[in-house]
Structures are given as C-alpha cells and as structure tokens.
C-alpha cells in the first residue's frame, strides 16, 4: 500500500458557515472577489460576504465578469483589474468558473507571465491566497489545485495544477445552491459523479482515496430519484455538496481519467454543459473499462442500484433530448484532441487513439 | 450536516517513501533531528533520512535525548541545543514522545515563552517546519497539531495544540515498525484503537470524520488477530501503520474523550504504557457510553466481531497479567485529574467527577 494525501484547504461544510467563521477571513486588507454576472447575489453568498468583510474591516474590489468555461482573455482583464487595485487576496464565488479564474487570476498576479503560461510553464511564485464559495455542487474546484481554462489556440480545455492552486479555505454552504435551477443541479450533480467515478477507477487511486470516493458514491446514490424526480429537497442539495467537495478531494489526488479528455470537446464545440458531456459517456466508459476494473465497477452499479450498464445509460441521459450526432471526421478530430489530454495516462484500461475514436461513433455515430 | 475537514500534513504512507521523495525535505538548510535513544537508528528511518539529507547538501544535528512521555525539562534543553545550532526546520523520528517533544521544540524556538507557557498560553507566532517520522503505529502525532507532555507540577499529562504545530509532510513507512519488539506493536496498537474509537464516539464526530474513523476501525480489526496470536506479519504491520494514520487524521478533528482523560493516571503514577492504560479503560467506556451512541457501539462491537463488552475486555486485556488494584483515595485522586481534562467534554455522554470515580472503582477497585 503506497499512498499520499495532500489536502491543504481548510474546508468549511455547513449551512451558517461565513458567518460562524469570519475569523478566517482575515488573510489580507483587501479582497478581490471573483464571481460571475449573477450566481454569487442570487445565492445570498455575497451578501454573507460582504457583512463579513465589513465587520472585519477588510477592503474589496468586485470582478463579476467570469462566464461559463472562462478563457485566457478574461482571467487576463481579471489580473490586470486586480492589480489596478492592490489586493492581497482572492474571494472567488460561483460554480468552477469563477474559482477556476480565480485560481488562474492569482497565480498570474505574482508570477510575471503570460496566461497562456500558466498551461505551457511551471509557476515559480506562490499564487495569492484564495478563500473559494461554491455556488453549485459538481466542480470541487474549491478544494482542489485545479484550474480549467478555454484555450481557444488549442480548441480545446486544458488545465493548469499547482501547489500554490489550492484555496486556503473553503466554505461548502449547502444554502448557496437552494436557488439553482434544477437543469443546472442536475448537470453539476453528474460532474461530481464523474468525479468521484473517475477517481475510484483512476490508475492513481489509492485504499484510502477509494474511501472518500465511495463515500461520495453514496451520497449521490442517494440524491439520484430526487434529481431524477425533478423535485430536489434541501437534503437532496446538502447532500449534493457534499459528494461533490468529497468528488473535489479525491480527483485532487488521482486526476480524471477518460471522461473528462472526452467530453471537453462536447462543451467546446457542441456547447454541452461540462456535466452533462461527461454523463453522455458515463456507460461507454464504465463498459469500457470494466475488464480492467471488475470488482470497482461491480461495486458502484450496485451502489447505484443498476444491474447493467443500459440502466447507466439510461440514468444519466435522463432530462437529454439531444444527444449531438457527431460525423466521422469530428469523431477522429475529437478522438486526437481527447488523446491530447493528459488525464487519458490515467484510465484504468490502456487508450489508444482508435479507442476514442471507436467510442465517439458508438456514442454519436448516429444510426 | 456541518463539519470542518482539516489535514493540512502533507502525507506520504508506504514502504519507501522517504527515499522517493527526498525533494520533499528542502524545507531548510539545517535541520534538528528530535529522536530517542535507539529507535531512529534501530528503525532504519535514521539511515534513510541522513542518506536523503546528504544528497540534498543539508545539514543536521542531532538531539537523540527523548524518552517516553516528555516533560517539560527536556523539551526546554532541545530547544537550546536547536538554537545554538541555528537550525531552521525539525525532523522527528521515533514514537509519540519524540513526534510530541519535537513540536514542543518547534514551538519554543520561535515564541520566546516559558516551556509551561506551551500549556498555558496561546502561541503567538508560527513555529518551525517539522518533518514527521513514525516508527511505531499508535500515536498518529505524525498528523495532528497535538502534543503531549508531562507536567510534573500538575501531576499529569497535558496537550497543546495549534495550527502551527500540524507538521508539514508526515513520511509514514511500515518497515520502519519492523524492529519494534511485539510488546510495543500491541500497546501502540490499542492507542491506535483508541484515537479511532474516541473520535467515532465524541461530541465533535462529523458524518465525514466517521468514515475516515469506520475505516481505520476495519484496519484495526483485520489486525486482531494476528496481535493476539503475538505473530504480526509485514501486512499487519502495514495495517496498523494505516490505522495509526486513520486514527491521527480523525483525533486533529475532535480530539479524544474519556478514555484518554482517565488514561493518563495510569501512565503517570502507575507507569503504564500509553496504549495499555487506555486498553484496561476500553470495555467500561463502552458500556458506560452505549445508551448515548447505541449504533454506533453496535457498529464497533459488529466490526471487531465481538457479541458484548465481556469480549471487549478479554480481548483488549489480552497478555496483561497485571491489571493494578488502586485504593478509594486514588479512585478519588485520578477521577479529579481526569476531569481536569478538556477532553471529558467531548464525551458522548455527559461525565461527572462521581461517573469517573465509579469508573476507575469498578476496573481497579479489587473485589
């Protein structure tokens, strides 16, 4: 048994967290908070923040431009905001987006580099602190190192992993969800299972990432009729969080592994949501790899109570009317970019190009 | 559901880890190694670091004066020593005491406090990096911000802990505990056990920090066995060094209950092992909690496979032929020691200072 477990960030689970812990707060003099155009006021995250800030005296500039699937452009405009005004620390608010712009935001604040750097180079300089408030249940972003950028040159996502990327506190407030459309929860709800799926069957997986992940496995398992159901109770949201801060933990430590290489490009070019991309390949995958993973596959169709991976499928493509038909040439132009991410090492089951490619056309083929 | 998760030791479990990761030691120029007499070098942990140490051009000296449970006086020496050698990080090696007397130091070095101020005052400034290294599977210090020390004056144990004292990177590798005479392997153990059990059982337990607990409890388990038959393979060594770890991770977030409060008596006036003095207060504590956490004792009493608490105490006495006999003035004298212990709080079910009494009578009363 050869493990390691890194998880610096001080998470904060609970609903009241802010407030009940404005001590933590105090990391600087002045705060740039990080969010997108709506999330973090209509989630009540900002109010709680800003009460906190005030009460404690600390300063803070507003960038609340951060859209879905943040570019380089945009974590660029951010860096150069946040120098303008002298912060010291970063509060980023809302689903991966925003945290992953903060991330990158924070980084590019004290390394002087390029954006396209923090892809293509190693960061010599620790990043400002971050505190991260998630306003959705699927990135795990907040408890990560991790930081997904649009990389319009590359047509394609890629991330950037640092030390200095993980957030020094968390704040996991499940209330921050309560006003979320049902169509995104459920889409971030199947990231976070992809997450903790991934990271179970990852080559990197360990005895005790395995635990986290099962645990997380379980917690979705749980929520999976109410999603389903399209009536989604406030347990349903707590527990939602729950999966997928532990979804956070464990890929923090393993990486994704097909999944992800796979559906960056249904979100790229065919503007998928991140979750739901990754749960259209949810049962190709787990039928791909089960003859290198039997009894880890075994085990989570039992935890989610399906008996063969038709049920898979037919789970996760609840609520999808438009499953994209993607021709020969996009297949082998998806498969090549797909074999371009590095996660793709980490599949439980040996990847060639030809595998995407073949498991592209079974997906989106078409007829 | 609320909870805080936070570990921020950066850990390394397995055979061979420090070797592998020599990079991880750059935390100084000159580092203090805090250790007992014999079991860095007996370990092989001392070859492994001095090897890492050379090759990376950093220096050591070496305080090698710990001995079992720690006062204040040694404490005090190793941190003179440390700053006439200007030294800038600590590596400890060895069991409970050397991990606990190193955090101490580490603490006295930067506060320019009284080695009792440890105890009674809070730290003011961050202490020095510590590398963590155990050679036995008990204490989980490697990964908690606590430290135990003898306090002659207040005729007992105390803690204390802070955020600072959390060591950077814990390198936890189970051939380090092949030396350990079988004696020390089965006290450790049930100290192990213990941190496991109280954590599950306390106030503070969280749904999350359950799991890490159920977890290490299962390790644990799988060992007992070859404990009791006094033939402990490699793997059990490995499982107990797992547990330890499980055990540590899960006391740094709700610290222990009872058992340790009452414990310590036995160990200070009666000089009982750690491990043992919590293994003859094991059954009682059950028993006494049970209708505050009747699942969870249910859930333990199923997963060590035991039917009762008679079984508790067979097991748990096991190669203990001298179970002490104490009078009614030491019943008296221990139980007000014991509720002078924060850690009485934490209990599931409320103590008072007669509850204790009744304890310490009923396991050592004689007949």
Known sequence: MIFEFNMPVNLMFGNGVIKKNSEKFKLGKKALIV???NSARLSGAFDDISDVLFASGIEYVLFDKIVSNPNLAIVAEGTKFAKENNVDFIIAVGGGSPLDAA??????????????????KKLEKPSLPIIAVPTTSGTGSEVTQYSVLTIPSMKTKKSFASPWSFPKVAFADPRYTYSLPNGITIDTAFDAFSHLLESYYSKRSTLFNDVIAIEGIEAFA?????LKDNEITKTTREKLMYASCLGGITISHTGTTLIHAMGYSLTYFRKFSHGRANA??????????????PEKTKKVLNLLGFSGFDEVEDYFGFGNDKIPV?????CKMFATLAMGQGSVKLNPRLVEEDDIYNLYRKIFGGS
């Open 280 to 293: 259209m390949i949810m049962a190709e995958y787990m039928k791909f790899n089960e003859a290198s993973v």
């Open 326 to 330: 993607l021709s020969d040439e996009e």
């Open 222 to 226: 749980q929520c999976m009729e109410n």
């Open 103 to 120: 991330k990158a935001i924070a980084a590019l604040y004290t390394n002087d580099i390029e954006s396209i750097d923090l892809i293509l």
């Open 35 to 37: 969010t997108g155009r």
